[in-house]
């Protein structure tokens, strides 16, 4: 099982970036996939999740409406995007999921930098 991730970026507030992890070894509708961030210094931060088989979405109160979780199930790939970026978006955005009996697997983790 792996979650690969795009690499990181560098944008400026009021921007937008959109975030990729390529899942392999499962069957990627199967499981949902979470998103979860940590900021410098801070803990992990729960987002939200989609399911892949039907594109079903959960998201966190404090990023709804500026957040938006989607899946292509013909690369096996979910992405977030995440607009109106200001400093406080600043961290290492990680895919997670959870496979039943198998543990739980992470993406390595994507350095999302919003600076002026």
């Known amino acids: 099982v792996q979650l690969v991730q795009s690499g990181a970026e560098l944008r400026n507030p009021g921007a937008s970036v959109k975030v990729s992890c390529k899942a392999s070894?499962?069957?990627?509708?199967?499981?949902?996939i979470d998103w979860v961030r940590q900021a410098p210094g801070q803990g992990l931060e729960w987002m939200g999740r989609?399911?892949?088989?039907?594109?079903?979405?959960e998201y966190a109160q404090k990023f709804q409406g500026r957040v938006t979780f989607t899946a292509d199930t013909s690369t096996s790939t979910a992405y977030v995007e995440l607009s109106s970026l200001r400093s406080e978006d600043t961290a290492v955005y990680y895919c997670?999921?959870?496979?039943?009996?198998?543990?739980?697997?992470w993406g390595q983790g994507t350095q999302v930098t919003v600076s002026s």
């Open positions: 997670e999921t959870a496979l039943d009996g198998r543990g739980d697997y």
């Open positions: 989609i399911d892949p088989e039907d594109g079903g979405t």
């Open positions: 070894g499962y069957t990627f509708t199967s499981y949902y």
